[in-house]
């Protein structure tokens, strides 16, 4: 599987969140947070798949992929300790942290797979 595969659904669900927050709370830092967040995802995703259209690996979009799940994760981690709360911040900690293992794995074994060209 190829990491804009996920990249795109889970940023757009993080800019989501932030959104949501924001309109059910009124929190400015779940709007803030969200969108920085899910816009450099969305952006490394986007990055990620034109690199791929065009036969390549984008490691800079592998590795902001990666700073950006690890620092969800730990941010949400956090707030699930002090809150206990599962809704969102183990949610966004536990997807983060999933997230976060599947860019290093990419990572690991060279990051997408490119098909051989067909003649």
């Known amino acids: ?3 804009f595969c996920f990249t795109i659904p889970y ?4 800019l989501a969140g932030g959104a949501a ?3 059910r709370r009124g929190s400015t830092a779940s709007l803030a947070g969200g969108a920085a967040a899910g816009l450099l995802l ?5 990055v ?3 690199a791929f259209e065009k036969r390549r690996n984008s490691y800079i979009a592998l590795v902001l992929e990666t700073v950006c799940a690890l620092g969800l994760a730990y941010v949400m981690g ?3 300790i002090q809150t206990s709360k599962i809704m969102p911040a183990g949610v966004v900690a536990g997807l ?12 690991a074994t060279g990051g997408n797979h490119i098909p051989a060209k067909a003649e």
Do not use: E
Not at 42 to 46: E, I
Not at 97 to 105: D, G, S, T
């Open 1 to 3: 599987m190829h990491d």
């Open 11 to 14: 940023g757009l669900l993080v």
């Open 21 to 23: 927050g924001y309109f």
């Open 42 to 46: 969305l952006l490394a995703g986007f």
């Open 48 to 50: 990620s798949l034109k």
């Open 78 to 80: 956090q707030r699930y």
């Open 96 to 107: 983060s942290a999933l997230m976060a293992v599947f860019y290093i794995f990419k990572i």
